[in-house]
Structures are given as C-alpha cells and as structure tokens.
C-alpha cells in the first residue's frame, strides 16, 4: 500500500537529535514515503544532524538559523533550484533564556522576552512567507505549541506568552494562505523529555502531574505527534486549517 505522502516533498525545521519532537516527525514522513529535507542551526550542530539523516534516509540537510533573514533567502535560493516544490513544513523551534523558565515571570528582561518571541514566534512567520511561495500545489505548514499558551503553567512563563503568540500567528498565516490551499496548523504536544524540556525548571514534576491526572492516564509518545503531523500533512487532514490539535493523552480537558 502506497505511504500517505507518497510523492510529497517536506521540510523538517528543528531536529537537534534523536530526542527532538521534529526527529519523530521526520522518521514518520519518511515511513509514509515523504521525500525528507532537513535543517539545522548552524555550523555547531551540522556533523550531527548530517549523521540523524543518514537515519532517517532525508534527500537533504540544509542549514538555517530562522532569526537570519540572509540565512532564510539563502535556504529558498537552494530549494528552487533542487527540490522547487514543497508541500508540508514543519516548524519545530523554540528558545528561552533558561533564567527565564525558572525565575518569577514578571522578572522577565525585555531583551528575553524579545528573543524567545523571534526565535519561537515570529520564525513562523517568517518562514511561512519565504516557503510559502514554493508550495505551489498548495500543502501544510504547522508548528509545534504547548498548552502554557493558554494556561499558566509554572515556570513555562515567557515561552507560554510566546506560544500564545505563535497560536494566533498560525490562524492569521491561515487565514492568508488558505486561498493559496496551504492550511496552517499547530500540534499542541504533552510533555515530552527532550533537550529544550530539560531547561524547563521542574519538568519532571510535569511530567509526573500529566501521568497521574491525563484521561489516558501516560504522558504523550513523540510518535503519537509524528503521526498527527503526518495527518495534517497528507489528503486525511484536508479541511483542517488555523487549529490547535492537542497530542497530550486528553490532559487540556482535565478541570479538578
Ligand atoms: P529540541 O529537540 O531542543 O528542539 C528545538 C529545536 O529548535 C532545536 O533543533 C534547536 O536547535 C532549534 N532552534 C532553536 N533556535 C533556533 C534558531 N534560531 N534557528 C533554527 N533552529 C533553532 O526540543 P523539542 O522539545 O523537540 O522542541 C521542538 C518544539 O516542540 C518547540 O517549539 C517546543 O516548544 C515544542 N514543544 C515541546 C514540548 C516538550 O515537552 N518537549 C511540548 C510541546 C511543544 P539547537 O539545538 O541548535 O538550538
């Protein structure tokens, strides 16, 4: 049986290692056929990520720091001339000053609470008008959120404004690109172990709080987001534009 993405060519911002919620989206495009690009931050990161894509069998890893607009335009020269249609990008990037995951929120410092709203926030934006223009048969951008956007969640603080942000930057990106056919959505994962999490001051105690109190009493499994994301980047999730979809074992609809 054909792979869900069979014939569809994705690119996959954000995976750092084998941990990371983009690693499993990519192994989940790659199981349904997706032809696969990667990219990474910066020379730091490159060997390995090169090593991750050996793996997961992508066509291609290109590097890009979503806050360098040269870096971006240099991303989309390389594209058009290699692989010129895109129909799915995975936006799976965020970063806080760890001060500000753990110290009281109103002691945010306005220089952090820029930095997180450009590299978790406005990136999606900016990557949405860059990539846009090369889904030309329309196709699904998404982004990964937290349920901290809506509610307070101890020590998430600026990256729960900064979700809230990106939440409304994914209905206004739909509302725009829908006419082109590119529906915008954001995943809003449960806790998940991962290098970013860890800088969260007491995830353990999340993740703890989630297994005991979610419907399915567990925590989320990264390949239960892969395969949201695969839904939402084949024919399956079709009319589905400038939502939320939560993969945390139910735990957003638990009151007391
Ligand atoms: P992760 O493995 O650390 O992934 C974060 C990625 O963002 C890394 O690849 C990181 O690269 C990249 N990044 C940071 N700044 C960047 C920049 N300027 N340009 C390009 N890439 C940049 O952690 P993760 O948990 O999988 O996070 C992925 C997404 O899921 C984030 O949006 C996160 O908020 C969201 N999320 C996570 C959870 C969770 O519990 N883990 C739950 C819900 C939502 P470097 O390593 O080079 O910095």
Excluded at 8 to 29: D, H, Q
Excluded at 188 to 195: D, H, L, N, R
Excluded at 219 to 230: K, L, M, Y
Aim: glycine share 8%; net charge neutral; hydrophobic share 45%.
């Amino acid at each position: 049986m054909p792979g869900l993405l069979e014939g569809k060519t994705a690119l996959v911002a954000g995976v750092a290692n084998r941990w990371s919620i983009a690693y499993s989206i990519a192994a989940a495009f790659r199981r349904e056929g997706a032809t696969l690009l990667l990219t990474y931050q910066g020379e730091r990161l490159r060997g390995q990520v090169e090593e991750l894509a050996v793996e997961l069998g992508a066509a291609k890893v290109l590097n890009c720091d979503v806050t360098n607009d040269a870096e971006l335009e240099a991303l989309v020269a390389t594209l058009q001339a290699e692989f010129p249609k895109l129909d799915a990008v995975v936006h799976s990037i965020a970063f806080a000053n760890k001060e500000d995951l753990s110290r009281p929120f109103s002691e945010t410092s306005r220089d952090g609470y820029l930095l997180s709203q450009n590299v978790s926030a406005y990136s999606l934006v900016a990557m949405s008008r860059a990539l846009s223009p090369l889904m030309t048969d329309g196709g699904a951008i998404m982004t990964l959120t937290y349920l901290g956007a809506t509610r307070v969640v101890e020590n998430y603080n600026v990256m729960g404004v900064a979700k809230a942000a990106l939440e409304a930057c994914v209905r206004y990106l739909a509302a725009e690109l829908g006419a082109k056919n590119i529906r915008v959505n954001a995943i809003s994962a449960g806790p998940i172990k991962t290098a970013s999490a860890r800088g969260i001051k007491d995830f353990s105690k999340v993740l703890d709080a989630v297994a005991a109190h979610a419907p399915l009493k567990r925590n989320c499994d990264p390949a239960e987001v892969g395969d949201t994301a695969v839904f939402l980047a084949s024919g399956l999730g079709r009319g589905v534009t400038g939502n939320t979809i939560f993969v945390d074992a139910g735990f957003q609809v638990m009151g007391l």
